[in-house]
């Protein structure tokens, strides 16, 4: 129950992309009072700008933004919360995050991470004691990160020990880098403890509540940040914490599940937030080429600066169908969306920062200059690339998750073949499967004729995808987990492919909701979307079968590691001591 897993298959989940989803009409007008609600005290309390210079949002616009109910949006009624669905959340993230970078990290820390893991695994005790607060103005905060473990966040060396006199796991150990940690009240903690497996002790990762008023709980001072320098960030220390029995979050041994839970629920969270952002600055740029004049005419009259804002209104438009359709499945409840909020993540966020980037161009020496915005939009979008993830790992999370599969199926195919008399219906389902995608593409369901027109492109996609995916996996082998650089060109097809698929299904809708020019915009943008992403995917896939360039990359970047930088010639100028 996946949109992009089967893809890899080449295979298209009807089901799961038609009809497009919308928002529930009672959480739409909901939305829309909390959407005025917030714009109007954006407008009279918040300064950006202050927030910024300062390194700090003022305790009493988080406060203010509380009283609305936003930082409980998640949180069910019966814990005092807003009890939205997700298809809510993400549009309630995008709002947020049109107002400021800063409000936008800590709304995200709080709601999307820090106290997920007590929504999705505590138990009702746990829910009933923390849940109401953290709806209702206390914060969270989500501790994983340390200063040997980044991406690998199973070498974590934080540790917990029990103690049966205490009755209590005992907590030692820092982590870094922990958004809202100055003055978070509440953090959920992994750490490493020893639990038995196969009648021998080992060390698994386990989580834990702990508040900030337990003795031994401490913070460092806030980090100076390139960005988002209002939200805090900071270190967070344990030194001999007494952490109840009770506020070990699921099983002994079970924290890194728990972790990755929690991730792949909180990158959707952040893919909205850069709708969000590039919603605003859209809008920023917009005005500045209408206002700015050049050569006796507004610089929106000349094509390139036209070029430039289409593109940003046509990645808008596919960044809110690629976030929506998988907010949807997560309210499905029984769906894998790991990879889509993953691809989310990687595409929006990256596409986010091309947008600042051509705006901070549109606006000339100005996008370069603090007295404007641009440079902070800029500042501040860099940072979701890395984020819960960064982009790199996160491609070769979506590709290795989507070739499992695959793989799968070659594995017992290989064993089959070492007995074919016996396992004679295995091979000739798998060879009708192969056949099957030679002769024909997968089908789509029945569009608008106007988008059918220019739908053929998702269902060759698709069908190139696999058999990429399967000479691919024949070609490296086991090998392939090591091959990145291949790997990285799959995740991304794949994401094109989602983006591809999504938009399809929105302008569906969108044509068939009525006539006129909005009816007709949905055809024209989908137009374009389509024949872009088609395009892409394919380059893509043929440098997959097709990639000299790649061992010379290798040998190039072995030599630039091994102090070679510079041209022939020269010494590499080092600016700070190794």
């Known amino acids: ?146 200063p040997t473990s980044g991406s690998d966040a199973a070498s974590i060396r934080t540790r917990a020990r029990w103690d049966e006199a205490r009755g209590a796991w005992i907590l030692n150990g820092s982590k870094i880098w922990i958004t809202n940690g100055g003055f978070a009240d509440v953090f959920t903690v992994f750490a490493q403890t020893q639990v038995e497996r196969d009648g021998r002790a080992v060390d698994r990762i386990s989580a834990f509540i702990v508040p900030r008023t337990l003795p031994g709980v401490s913070t460092g001072p806030e980090e100076h940040k390139l960005g988002i320098r209002g939200s805090s960030t900071t270190e967070v220390h344990f030194e001999d914490v007494a952490v109840p029995a009770e506020n070990l979050l699921g099983e002994p041994g079970g924290g890194f599940k728990i972790a990755m839970e929690i991730l792949n629920s909180g990158r959707l969270g952040l893919a909205a937030g850069c709708v969000g952002g590039a919603k605003a600055v859209l809008a920023e740029a917009t005005r500045a080429a209408t206002e700015r004049e050049q050569f006796g005419r507004a610089l929106a009259e000349f094509e390139l600066i036209q070029k430039s804002l289409a593109r940003m209104a046509m990645d808008i438009y596919a960044m809110e169908s690629m976030v929506h359709t998988a907010a949807a499945l997560v309210d499905r409840g029984d769906t894998d969306f790991s990879i889509e909020s993953a691809v989310c993540k990687i595409h929006c966020s990256e596409t986010l920062w091309r947008i600042v980037d051509d705006a901070v161009q549109i606006a000339g020496g100005m996008g370069y200059m603090r007295a404007y915005p641009w440079e902070r939009h800029l500042r ?199």
């Open 1 to 146: 129950m996946s949109v992009c897993r089967p893809f890899f298959l080449g295979h298209i989940a009807n089901d799961l992309l038609f009809p497009y989803p919308e928002l529930d009409p009672d959480e739409a007008e909901t939305l829309g009072l909390l959407r005025d609600s917030m714009r109007r005290f954006a407008a009279e309390r918040i300064d950006s700008v202050r927030i910024d210079e300062e390194a700090r949002i003022p305790p009493d616009v988080l406060q203010g933004l509380a009283e609305m109910g936003i930082f409980g949006v998640l949180v069910p009624a019966e814990y005092d919360g807003f009890g939205a669905s997700t298809a809510f959340y993400t549009r309630v993230f995008e709002t947020v995050a049109t107002i400021d970078g800063s409000i936008v990290v800590t709304f995200g820390a709080h709601q999307s991470i820090g106290l997920k893991g007590i929504l999705l695994f505590g138990t009702d005790d746990q829910k009933r004691r923390f849940l109401p607060g953290l709806a209702n103005g206390k914060f969270a905060a989500f501790a994983l990160t340390e």
């Open 380 to 578: 501040d979008a860099r940072i979701n690339q890395i984020f819960e993830g960064t982009n790199e790992i996160l491609r070769l999370y979506a590709a290795l998750s989507g070739l499992e599969e695959p793989g799968a199926n070659l594995k017992a195919v290989a064993r089959a073949l070492r007995d074919p008399i016996k396992q004679m219906g295995l091979l000739t389902d798998y060879a009708k499967g192969r056949a099957r995608r030679a002769l024909s593409k997968p089908e789509l369901p029945e569009l608008h004729p106007d988008i059918a027109a220019i739908a053929d492109s998702l269902p060759e996609g698709v069908a190139d995808l696999a058999g990429t995916v399967e000479w691919a996996l024949r070609r490296h082998g086991r090998d392939i987990v090591e091959r990145q650089l291949v790997l990285e060109r799959l995740a991304d097809a794949v994401t094109w492919l989602y983006r591809m698929a999504t938009v399809l299904s929105r302008a569906d809708a969108g044509r068939r909701s009525g006539e006129g020019i909005e009816a007709e915009a949905h055809v024209t943008r989908a137009r374009w979307i389509v024949d872009d992403a088609a395009q892409r995917a394919r380059r893509l896939l043929a440098a997959v079968r097709s990639n000299l360039d790649d061992e010379l990359r290798v040998t190039a970047a072995e030599v630039v590691a091994n102090g070679g930088a510079g041209l022939p010639g020269e010494t590499p100028v080092r600016s700070h001591p190794s």
